[in-house]
């Protein structure tokens, strides 16, 4: 008899510890992919960004500090990539001309860092603009890192893994990473969850 | 359970070591199905071979605790879920003290309870463990060939399929097992008791 209450008791036990470590191990049942738990993570705890020189598709140097003092949507791209990106580009192109005031005011800058450097130059980066539709200049700065160091800091900063797909080009867990005046990355949406995007800086700017 | 070859005595120790290797990490770590399908199985038959060397009165305890295998085998099935998530599979790679839980959690928590527990388990305790396995297998596989998102940061969505593929199949072959099992008894005749 003593032996089946030990094992009722032993089992309750397992039961309630499992419960406790999946509740850790998934912020509370909330988080069950690593991309789930950096959008929980952002959310909580923004993340100030380092110091990263950029190369821009006019060619000019720029640093990530120097944009600081507006809200930034950042996305992280490829500019071969004829897929996904493409749709995430073209969502930035129809962003640029729905923030235009914003973006004409210096309030918000769109910004599209490429992850593949040594094939993304500032004449690559221009002709990605102008294929989705968009204008070089006018808000939205597309630049590649000035460097692996920055390469590497920036992705690790943003959470960003690019995987080579096997074909020649790379899956990514895009998104629209939305970063405050001070510098911290605060919010990380669907890549096509445009309108979410907009009007989060809009609210947050009072218009 | 058959009594174990007393030979090759520290099999499972010697497992757990060769895939603890950098080389057997990184290549049953490269692909998602092996991760789950490969690696994960050996490091619980790495536990389960070691449940031999459990000293006799450690091995009286845990019964006493174990009635019928059933805080043994629960504690499997617990242990296993997490491990079944696409955020611990990620964090496995890229967090050290991750793989170190996993290194260690698959062999203690899941094979040796395994190794200790199924022998003392009936037929209905055993029923219950399988089924539920099986049904774990559908519901996991079928999440991952269904998802139409990268749930990985590290691993593509083909990947995701071919381990959702596999879980399916597995679970199909595990049912017609069971089933084959339960009409025609155990083929060495050590049918479930």
Same mark, same amino acid.
Request: aromatic share 8%; charged share 15%; hydrophobic share 55%.
């Given at each position: ?207 | ?11 499972? #120790? /010697?497992?757990? =070591?060769? *895939? $603890?290797?950098?080389?057997? %990490?990184?290549? @049953? ?6 991760? !789950? ?70 062999? #203690? /928590?899941?094979? =040796?309870? *395994? $190794?200790?527990?199924?022998? %003392?388990?009936? @037929? ?6 399988? !089924? ?62």
């Amino acid at each position: 008899m003593a032996m089946a209450w030990r094992t009722l008791l032993a089992s309750l036990l397992v039961l309630v510890a499992g419960t406790v470590a999946l509740a850790l191990a998934t912020d509370d049942f909330r988080a069950y992919t690593t991309e789930g738990a950096r959008r929980l993570e952002v959310a909580r705890h923004p993340r100030s960004l380092p110091e990263a020189r950029l190369q821009t598709a006019a060619g000019g140097i720029t640093d990530l500090d120097g944009l600081r003092g507006r809200w930034l949507l950042v996305d992280f791209i490829y500019t071969r990539c004829m897929t996904y990106c493409a749709m995430q580009g073209q969502g930035f192109a129809r962003l640029q001309r729905e923030l235009a005031p914003q973006l004409a005011a210096g309030q918000v800058v769109l910004l599209s860092l490429s992850f593949d450097p040594g094939r993304d130059g500032p004449a690559e980066l221009a002709a990605y603009q102008r294929r989705l539709g968009g204008t070089t200049g006018a808000g939205w700065l597309a630049a590649r890192p000035a460097g692996a160091e920055e390469l590497a800091t920036l992705m690790r900063a943003f959470g960003v893994v690019a995987l080579d797909d096997g074909f020649g080009g790379f899956v990514h867990n895009a998104a629209i990473n939305v970063v405050d005046p001070e510098g911290r990355l605060v919010a990380v949406l669907d890549q096509d969850a445009l309108d979410e995007a907009r009007d989060f800086v809009l609210a947050r700017l009072g218009s | 359970m058959k009594t174990l070859p007393q030979d090759g005595m520290w099999g499972g #120790l /010697l497992l757990w =070591l060769v *895939l $603890a290797t950098p080389a057997a %990490r990184g290549f @049953l770590e490269a692909s998602m199905s092996l991760q !789950m399908l490969v690696q994960m199985p050996l490091l619980g038959l790495a536990g389960y071979l070691l449940a031999r060397h459990l000293p006799e009165r450690v091995r009286r305890v845990l019964a006493s605790w174990d009635r019928g295998g059933v805080s043994g085998l629960l504690l499997a099935a617990v242990v296993s879920l997490p491990w079944m998530l696409p955020r611990l599979m990620d964090a496995a790679l890229a967090a050290p003290w991750v793989e170190l839980a996993k290194f260690t959690s698959l062999p #203690l /928590l899941i094979g =040796l309870p *395994l $190794a200790l527990s199924w022998p %003392r388990a009936g @037929l209905v305790v055993r029923g219950v463990f399988l !089924m539920e396995m099986v049904a774990t297998a559908f519901r996991v596989g079928w999440l991952y060939l269904v998802a139409p998102q990268q749930l990985c940061v590290n691993y593509l969505v083909d990947d995701q399929q071919r381990l959702g593929t596999a879980l399916l199949v597995l679970g199909v072959l595990a049912t017609l097992v069971l089933a084959c099992q339960l009409m025609w008894g155990h083929p060495r005749g050590a049918a479930l008791r």
